[in-house]
């Protein structure tokens, strides 16, 4: 650790950088509580917790800036157990994440393109695209990223992220960790499985431990662990208060507000802040408040959202009455909580992430829409055919025939790409959508 | 110079192929006449075994054979249509799935007494997925998960998950192998897997020509162990085609015409990364537990994309295989959307370009012919290292 780095990293984020940056929130939060509410937009005024989710993201990407030589970095895939390294202070790096920011600011196609200028195709994931692109040009909205010291890959949401991180290695030449998560063709995991899985688990410790230069505390893991269960559970309840009609929050909210859990999971200040949008919520639910203001049809999303057309999605959506209630893309984040067990940590663990539900198969998935439906009182379900997501895609076909077939209820295959506008037809979309908003108003 | 002639003979010495290559002087021909899959299904079952169709391309052969089963793989096949399987995959799935998917709905492998999907990537995953949840197809379908890496953790799951697939296929086949059963399986496949590791060693003393080559390589896909290493070892000394060396990476090299189109343009193919091939060179082990022995043949291959090996890794044995047999350029030649070996070609490129190889990557689109479009590509590159 340098002085210098220590230096800035205390001038820069912990000083000026927080400060500025709750002065900020409160102004964002000023301006919010003074704008007058318009009746005539579909949508009512975003949630007031927004201002501190953005405060939080900014700081965490600041903090990033100023991270190396103060702080072990790690780059982790979206479903690995951070939880680990969180316990050995490493600052947190989560390509997915850093790479639909830069979908959702309209960064993604040209940082596609200077990978593709590298010769990467453009038939691989546009989040890997996207961050193989800052990787190369050091282009990023968030100013500047860490380069990591420990990379780590869990391969519970597709194989892809190994495809990936290997390049990561090569490119930054730091170790590359990896958590094999065998793909769950049937409903329990075997005990090979979990066997498998906890191994390796323990076997990130003492590498982890030599890149941080610091001893594992089995004490300080145990209460990441319940941070993380603690956050989790209340990101679920978030998200399982959409059932309340009309739902007080969207799909596209919980797209925005998926950050923290994914990228601050175990930390104190996640946990209070899903506390306070949870009461947020609440307070809507009490004022007879709904995130659309004319709900006609509620829908359930499947699949990860378009992060470029967001907003607008949304807005087009909710004038038509459309609230997209609920995805099986955030729940993932939610659905895992009541596995976690701080008293059997790393078995616990094995469980949970050989479970998120890009590690089940088609038909656990289809059956996992079926229960959603039915909780959430879907009138139908869009299906995003994620042309940069093949696991979360292949099986839409048949799942969909299986919601209109068996469950009864409209269902539309949407062609796009979560990072990649290219991708994406508006016209032909906005065709479809109608369409798929008429059936429902049969 | 010879003809070749691999005939089968089955049901005389129980699909060991009669004869192979004869002289004739009218110049290198071939006639291929290895049987097709669908004879082989025939075959297998008159033989006593039960046919299983297998997805590629790491799976357990001395396992399959001691439960009484008979691989017969699907690459493909190139010349189906993506129409029935485009029904349940998207139009970005690769076309080994969504063919493949044709091909049985078409009944393309009608009494197979079970499928088999390792998990050698995402597209497979959807496919064992959807075809085992969603039933569009009739056997039972069986998974394999193929560890990422060769750690002690990864070869102990291995050894788990090996017995596992036994466990279903004792349960389909109703069959327990005896130790007999076992030595007998082990006997035949690494003696097959030994012969095709000859056929690569003894290359560039082989008078065949690629086409030929590789239509013995392949031919491991569905042969029986004993009629593959009749066919290997047939295979004649001699002086082999002259041509620009290249190696060839990428899965699979369909179609097979790429290898006379690569003959017209004076290149010729001296050693291979193929998953159909070079890949799947195992150093299989002697003796010892026979699931430990399936699992440590299979993390025996080279470096391999699928299974998690670095890329650097990868690049090494390239340079190293292109030294050794004097190849001048790689061809990367990959079937579109195939996502383990899109991400490792650009530095794959970078590190033979480095050592100073020429590098070609094309992405094709399976079919009975390859577009004027990639045919002019790779003329130009042969070109180049001419």
């Not at chain 1, 998935?365 to 292949?394: N, Q, T």
């Not at chain 1, 068996?406 to 949407?414: C, E, I, K, S, T």
């Amino acid at each position: 650790m340098s002085l210098g780095a220590r230096l800035r990293h205390l001038a820069a984020y912990r000083l000026a950088g927080r400060a500025a940056l709750a002065l900020n929130r409160r102004r964002e939060e000023r301006a919010a509580d003074r704008r007058p509410v318009d009746p005539t937009r579909a949508l009512t005024p975003p949630l007031r917790s927004s201002a501190r989710m953005r405060q939080m993201m900014s700081e965490h990407y600041l903090e990033g800036r100023h991270a190396s030589g103060v702080r072990p970095v790690a780059w982790v895939t979206s479903g690995a157990p951070a939880e680990i390294l969180k316990a050995l202070d490493f600052f947190i790096i989560y390509p997915e994440n850093h790479a639909a920011l830069c979908g959702a600011r309209r960064h993604a196609q040209a940082l596609c393109e200077a990978a593709e200028d590298a010769g990467y195709s453009r038939d691989i994931c546009s989040y890997a695209r996207t961050d193989i692109g800052t990787a190369l040009t050091g282009n990023t909205p968030v100013g500047r990223l860490p380069p990591p010291d420990l990379l780590l890959c869990c391969t519970n949401i597709c194989q892809t992220v190994l495809y990936w991180y290997r390049v990561l290695a090569d490119h930054y030449g730091c170790p590359l960790v990896l958590v094999d998560t065998p793909f769950q063709y049937r409903e329990t995991p075997l005990e090979h499985e979990v066997a498998y899985v906890r191994r390796q688990l323990e076997e990130i410790v003492p590498v982890a431990e030599k890149v941080a230069g610091r001893r594992f505390s089995e004490e300080r893991f145990t209460e990441v662990v319940a941070e993380a269960k603690a956050a989790s559970e209340l990101w679920l309840e978030i998200l399982e208060r959409a059932r309340h009609r009309p739902a007080p929050l969207t799909a596209f909210d919980a797209f925005t507000h998926l950050g923290p859990i994914v990228d601050m999971r175990g930390d104190a200040e996640t946990t209070g802040y899903y506390r306070s949008m949870l009461a947020e919520i609440d307070r809507r639910i009490a004022d007879g408040v709904g995130a659309v203001r004319e709900e006609r049809h509620r829908v359930l999303w499947d699949n990860l959202p378009i992060w470029y057309r967001i907003g607008s999605l949304s807005r087009w959506l909710a004038e038509r009455g459309v609230n997209v209630v609920a995805s099986t893309y955030t729940h993932a984040w939610g659905e895992l909580a009541p596995l976690m067990d701080p008293s059997d940590t790393f078995g616990s663990m094995a469980r949970v992430y050989m479970h998120p539900i890009l590690n089940r198969s088609a038909g656990q998935k289809l059956d996992a829409m079926r229960r959603m439906v039915g909780e959430f009182e879907a009138d139908g379900v869009i299906l995003h055919s994620d042309r940069s997501c093949k696991p979360y895609s292949l099986g839409q076909i048949d799942q969909r025939d299986g919601l209109v077939n068996q469950v009864g209820v409209p269902a539309l295959l949407l062609d796009a790409d979560h990072n990649d506008p290219r991708a994406y037809a508006e016209e032909q979309a906005a065709g479809r959508l109608e369409a798929f908003v008429e059936m429902m108003a049969r | 110079m010879h003809r070749v002639v691999a005939a089968i003979a089955a049901t005389q010495t129980n699909l060991r192929p009669a004869a192979f290559f004869d002289e004739n002087g009218s110049g290198m021909s071939v006639t291929a006449q290895l049987p097709n899959r669908r004879e082989i299904l025939t075959e297998v079952r008159r033989s006593g075994y039960r046919p299983v169709a297998v997805l590629p391309y790491h799976y357990p052969r001395a396992l399959l054979r001691a439960h009484g089963f008979h691989p017969v793989e699907l690459w493909g096949p190139p010349d189906v249509p993506r129409d029935e399987g485009s029904r349940h995959f998207q139009p970005y799935t690769c076309d080994i799935v969504v063919r493949a998917t044709s091909f049985l709905l078409r009944g393309g492998l009608d009494g197979v007494d079970a499928l088999l999907v390792p998990h050698t990537c995402d597209a497979l995953q959807g496919m064992g997925s959807v075809v085992g949840d969603f039933g569009p197809v009739a056997p039972p379908v069986l998974t394999l998960y193929l560890p990422r890496g060769e750690r002690p953790a990864d070869r102990e799951f291995l050894v788990a998950e090996l017995r596992r697939l036994a466990a279903a296929l004792e349960e389909i086949g109703g069959r327990t192998p005896s130790v007999v059963d076992w030595d007998e399986a082990f006997g035949a496949e690494d003696a097959a897997d030994r012969a095709l590791a000859g056929l690569y060693d003894r290359r560039a003393g082989l008078a065949a020509t690629d086409r030929e080559f590789y239509t013995v390589v392949r031919a491991r896909e569905y042969l029986t162990a004993e009629a593959f290493s009749a066919l290997a070892g047939s295979v004649p000394e001699g002086e082999p085609p002259g041509g620009v060396p290249v190696m060839l990476s990428g899965i699979v090299p369909e179609p097979m015409t790429l290898f006379d189109h690569l003959a017209k343009m004076g290149a010729r193919v001296v050693a291979d990364d193929l998953a159909c091939g070079g890949r799947r060179r195992y150093d299989p082990p002697a003796g010892g537990d026979p699931f430990e022995r399936t699992a440590d043949r299979i993390l025996s291959g080279p470096p391999d994309p699928t299974r998690g090996a670095p890329i650097a890794a990868r690049a090494a044995r390239l340079v190293e295989q292109m030294e050794k047999t004097g190849a001048r350029g790689l061809l990367i030649y990959d079937v579109k959307f195939c996502e383990p070996e899109l991400f490792d070609v650009p530095l794959l490129r970078s590190r033979l370009v480095e050592e100073g190889f020429g590098v070609l990557h094309v992405e094709v689109e399976m079919g009975t012919e390859l577009p004027q479009q990639t045919l002019t590509r790779i003329e130009a590159f042969v070109e180049t290292l001419q």
